[in-house]
């Protein structure tokens, strides 16, 4: 398996608590992606990041912020958490955008 | 036009049968199709990918069967086991640095003994 880890697994929070999760990768990827996944809509990317300080939109990126201020370490922040938001997301990297993405092991996330 | 559309959303096969799900695409420029692989608790993995200069790609019981002209592409498993019992989602992507890799909706396999 990639190495790669998501923090926290679980996470239980109130509507407009800030949360952040974390993804770590010990894999040197130049890229790294979040996602969330919810029944009936696949994967859907939040945002991704081409490089240290390099980010960019993806196609859910309302309500979400990211952050990349090492290679191994990717913040998703959710400035103020809605239940909309509950979801589970997962962390991915790859060696060149069009490369093999790897996953994490994901993040569920419900917000009350 | 973005979109990749996949069914079905759930399929059930006996074991030792053929497990066939599609997907449909809009964009002709995507160039890059791959298949993952998702297990109860896990990620996503890559199974098998093509692009569309080939009709075909074999890689064991797994093939994927692409349709340039028709827009659409499909994973078959043949002798399919338990183990295959998964969530498999197509996906798309253009030639460009946009990190946009297209999803579809999933199709839940469940694989009787």
């Known amino acids: 398996d990639a190495g790669i880890t998501q923090s926290p697994r679980h996470k239980v929070t109130e509507t407009g608590t800030p949360v952040t999760l974390r993804c770590h990768q010990t894999e040197n990827h130049r890229y790294m992606y979040w996602y969330r996944q919810d029944p009936g809509h696949g994967l859907r990317l939040i945002h991704y990041s081409y490089g240290v300080k390099d980010t960019d939109k993806g196609e859910v990126s309302d309500g979400y912020s990211v952050s990349r201020s090492k290679t191994e370490d990717f913040l998703l922040t959710l400035e103020s958490a809605t239940s909309s938001q509950t979801s589970v997301y997962f962390c991915?990297?790859?060696?060149?955008?069009?490369?093999?993405?790897?996953f994490g092991p994901g993040t569920r996330l419900t917000v009350l | 036009q973005q979109q990749v559309k996949q069914s079905p959303q759930s399929l059930i096969v006996q074991k030792g049968g053929i497990s066939i799900i599609n997907c449909a695409y809009e964009n002709t420029a995507f160039d890059y199709f791959p298949w993952y692989q998702q297990f109860p608790g896990k990620g996503p993995a890559l199974l098998i990918a093509i692009r569309p200069d080939v009709s075909e790609k074999k890689e064991g019981r797994f093939t994927i069967s692409f349709n340039k002209s028709a827009k659409q592409f499909s994973l078959h498993i043949m002798d399919s086991q338990p183990g295959d019992s998964a969530t498999y989602f197509c996906a798309a992507s253009v030639p460009s640095n946009t990190g946009k890799l297209i999803f579809g909706q999933g199709t839940t396999l469940q694989v009787k003994p």
């Open positions: 991915a990297i790859s060696e060149a955008d069009r490369a093999v993405r790897y």
